[in-house]
């Protein structure tokens, strides 16, 4: 793809089970690309299309995408303080979009996720760090590092616990194929 050429990247979210569990998608055309993530904590289907919104912004940065823009069918999203802000910051341009043009990033949405965990907790490490506030004095600060750090211990904490169980099952599965071979 050229320098000159515009990447477009559609974004959506959609709510499950009355609202209370939220998907975000993602689909870049231009790599004929789908990522499809299941959101671990989030109020309503505006906070997830703001996911959605930062999810793409952290998916351009990635892989160093340059002139590019993210088209989102959710209107305050689109124009939420934060988002508006870390997209000047990295230079991507976002506009709204009817629902009726976005249906392939909506379909994308309700289907099954394509992304882990670990990508929810890099997406919410990101959208933490995006929307703290500029001006924090030094207490402030560190309470906030200190809080990072928390979050930071619990997840490898977790991706350990993950990591050990995958051990344990893959060690069942080794002794099931040794039966068999006996």
């Not at 959506?12 to 569990?21: V, W």
């Not at 200190?146 to 069942?172: C, G, M, S, Y």
Request: hydrophobic share 35%; net charge positive.
């Amino acid at each position: 793809m050229s320098e000159k050429t515009r990447r477009i990247i559609y974004v959506d979210a959609s709510g499950q089970e009355n609202n209370t569990k939220f998907k975000i998608s993602i689909f870049d055309p231009d790599r004929k690309l789908t990522h499809t993530l299941k959101l671990a904590e989030c109020a309503n289907n505006s906070e997830a299309e703001r996911y959605a919104i930062f999810y793409a912004l952290f998916y351009i940065k990635k892989y160093n995408y340059k002139n590019t823009h993210i088209l989102c069918d959710n209107i305050s999203a689109v124009n939420d303080k934060y988002i508006q802000k870390t997209s000047k910051e990295l230079e991507i341009t976002i506009s709204w979009i009817p629902r009726e043009i976005n249906l392939v990033a909506d379909k994308i949405s309700k289907s099954e996720p394509t992304l882990k965990e670990r990508d929810w907790n890099i997406l919410k490490l990101f959208v933490d760090l995006s929307t703290r506030e500029e001006q924090m004095d030094n207490g402030s600060q560190n309470i906030y590092i200190e809080d990072l750090t928390k979050q930071l211990a619990k997840a490898k904490t977790k991706i350990t616990e993950q990591t050990k169980q995958l051990k344990v099952k893959d060690n069942q599965i080794m002794q099931l194929k040794k039966q068999k071979q006996i």
